[in-house]
């Protein structure tokens, strides 16, 4: 099946089921990426921040681009000006980085929390304790640049359907936990961005809100780097 197919059949099945679908396009070339553009695809999701700027530059500006990757402080500046969402926040700090570029920028720039629920010690992300302490924290409630959508998760890398529907499971009950308690009133924490290739069937019953999709898109990935391509 070639790209443009694949986007056409996912985007069929995620509508159906009312998810949003991200297309991971990491390593991928301009030209992949063109042809689930052309298919209708808008939403692309990169993890290194050098790569996803290089092609912000060189693709349409109607795309919507999400950083999927771990976002170094120091990183922030060069994505601020134009990304739509950064979906792996996973310390304060980092949250008060994006919100002073944010302001440099005059946006408000829209985030998840990445929630560690992976039985795997490479992941990363915020533990559910972390997540609510930061929430409640006087530093947070002062960040006027950023916008909470919701929360991001990876589930453990294996085989065994059982404990992935489990951690997407706990993920949407803390989800719908934090929705209750931080965000009762505001209708755009909306956002439960879970499911992979390999699992976002699990995910999506589980409650997935989008699903972040490479490799059933685009064809598995080469180790090597995009531009040596
Ligand atoms: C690479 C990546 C994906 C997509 O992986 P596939 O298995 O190719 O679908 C999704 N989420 C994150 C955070 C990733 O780094």
Redesign the pocket.
Known sequence: MSIAGNITNLKNETDREGVILLA?S?TKPIEDILEAYTAGQRIFGE?QVQELVDKYEKLPKDIEWHL??HLQSNKVKYIAPFISMIQSVDSLKLLQEINKQALKNDRVIDCLLQIYIADEETKFGLGFDEAIELLRSDEFAQLKNIRIRGLMG?ATNTDNEKQIGEEYYELDTFFKGIKLSFYRKDKAFDTLSMG???DYKIAIEKGSTMV?????IFGS?VVKHWKLN
């Open positions: 991971v990491k993890n999927i990757g990876i992979m290739s390999s972040r999709l490479g490799s059933t990935r």
